[in-house]
């Protein structure tokens, strides 16, 4: 007798759902989640040695539950980096920015309430929301994949959502939101809740560091429902490490505190954290050259006679294209895995290596002159 999913009690709201994943096929280029291509330098590698060294004298103790080094050593970084100080109560660090995303949700969401997501947009806040309980609704963008504030404001009046998820740079897209339009989500979001405590507002900024303009981390200054979201899995080149963090007001980390796991944070994991911010100026010179990169991508990608949407992350979306996902499939059998997001028309590249970037070119270039 066969037994599934669909056999047990899953709650309604994940029936026929899937979970989020990307294939990891052994081919010779993978270009198709967004990593950093370059791996930790050597000196970074030994003094994340010698932190958990340090740390593995005291695995049977627990961990600082409230990580203050850490989140002392991520103000430094938001301040230094955006020119907006922040402190430690301002900061709030996870087990990557999903888990930052489902602490928030949890705290200001769930049964009886709503958020709003602007799609094609990162599918984990989608995702995470129906996890958590939270009503998900779907909200508008333009045919160029820009936010389109006018219809954003009026689902937002008509909606009332409790969580507001605008992702810049957007990820598949790669398009940056103007800090006017998140000033006036904001505000439109306020306006929709003033009966009760207002909306949450996130801006979730996990590819900032490889964008052409700079973060909207200060406009957190007077507006306690705005939450910027951040990862070290792309500019840090540390997706391994599983660490994501937030800034915001004071209350909004007070609040999260109220969902989080007891000592979430595992020793571990928060000496490499540590030792990786000892290296931030190594770490963003990698990501100068994967802007560099990135760059060369879109204006070769356009030579050659694709469509491509404006980047500012590590990625670039590319098309457009009758059938996709067979496009998808014909630039795999040359050895180069990209990612198919599902968005019609349109296929999305990570940034590589030189060497792996030729190699994508080389293969889409292959591709255009057999179609012609």
Not at 242 to 268: E, I, N
């Amino acid at each position: 007798m066969s037994f599934e999913i669909d056999d047990l009690p899953v709650r309604d709201e994940l029936r026929g759902k899937s979970p989020y994943g990307a294939p990891q096929l052994d081919v010779p280029v993978r270009l198709n989640t967004n990593e950093n291509p370059y791996p930790l330098p050597e000196p970074l590698v030994e003094r994340i040695a010698e932190r958990v060294r340090e740390a593995a004298r005291n695995l049977n103790r627990y961990p600082d539950r409230d990580a203050v080094e850490l989140r002392t050593r991520l103000a430094e970084y938001l301040t230094d980096t955006s020119g907006h100080q922040v402190g430690l109560a301002n900061v709030w660090a996870a087990n990557g920015s999903n888990e930052v995303i489902q602490q928030l949700l949890q705290t200001f969401g769930g049964p009886g309430r709503t958020a709003i997501g602007f799609e094609p947009s990162y599918s984990m806040h989608g995702l995470i929301a129906r996890g958590t309980g939270t009503g998900w609704i779907s909200g508008p963008r333009n045919e160029d994949f820009t936010i389109d504030l006018a219809a954003a404001e009026k689902a937002i009046a008509e909606h009332r959502p409790d969580v507001v998820f605008v992702t810049t740079p957007n990820n598949p897209t790669g398009t940056a939101v103007p800090r006017e339009t998140v000033l006036a989500l904001y505000e439109a979001a306020q306006a929709a809740k003033a009966a009760t405590a207002g909306a949450i507002v996130v801006v979730d900024e996990a590819y900032i560091e490889f964008s052409h303009g700079d973060s909207l981390l200060p406009l957190i200054e007077g507006r306690p429902q705005l939450v910027v979201s951040r990862t070290m899995s792309k500019a840090f080149g540390a997706a391994g490490l599983r660490l994501g963090y937030l800034a915001a007001h004071p209350a909004v980390v007070d609040a999260v505190q109220l969902v989080r796991l007891p000592y979430h944070l595992s020793s571990v994991t928060q000496a490499t954290a540590l030792a990786a911010l000892e290296h931030t100026d190594t770490l963003l010179k990698y990501v100068r050259q994967l802007k560099d990169e990135r760059d060369r991508l879109v204006a070769e990608l356009l030579e050659t006679g694709y469509e491509v949407t404006a980047s500012d992350a590590n990625f670039v979306q590319f098309g457009r294209f009758d059938d996709a996902h067979a496009m998808w499939q014909k630039i795999l059998d040359r050895g180069v895995l990209v990612r198919d997001n599902g968005v019609p028309g349109w296929l999305r590249v990570t940034a590589g290596t030189p060497e792996e970037n030729d190699a994508f070119l080389d293969a889409v270039r292959e591709l255009k002159k057999e179609s012609a």
